[in-house]
């Protein structure tokens, strides 16, 4: 059994900041991928950033130089620090990693979701 269990989401003002956590934790034998993807109300889930195994990330075009992914390895966990939050950023955060147990191999995993709200 695996869990993610996010954190860090709330309601903050336009060019404000919040940070998001999201710890892993289980019977992990390894993690490759980790990342976040967000969904708006009406919208499609959409990524926001990812983090290899090795630290090689990628962004959304539309967070690059506002959004810095990091990860602990040794805590199995990912943050996502959001700067110059728009209110175009709100919707529910998830995160998600591709995860190895010791009873089966790497698939997807996802946390319940955390709402990020920016007012204008």
């Known amino acids: 059994q695996v869990q993610l269990v996010e954190s860090g989401g709330g309601l903050v003002q336009s060019g404000g900041s919040l940070r998001l956590s999201c710890a892993a934790s289980?019977?992990?034998?390894?993690?490759?991928?980790m990342g976040w993807y967000r969904q708006a109300p009406g919208s499609q889930r959409e990524l926001v950033a990812t983090?290899?195994?090795?630290?090689?990330?990628n962004y959304a075009d539309s967070v690059k130089g506002r959004f810095t992914i990091s990860r602990d390895t040794a805590k199995n966990t990912v943050y996502l620090q959001m700067n110059s939050l728009k209110p175009d950023d709100t919707a529910v955060y998830y995160c998600?990693?591709?995860?190895?147990?010791?009873?089966?191999?790497?698939?997807?995993?996802w946390g319940q979701g955390t709402q990020v709200t920016v007012s204008s």
């Open positions: 998600y990693a591709e995860i190895a147990t010791v009873w089966r191999r790497a698939r997807d995993y």
């Open positions: 289980g019977s992990i034998k390894s993690i490759n991928t």
């Open positions: 983090i290899s195994s090795s630290g090689s990330t």
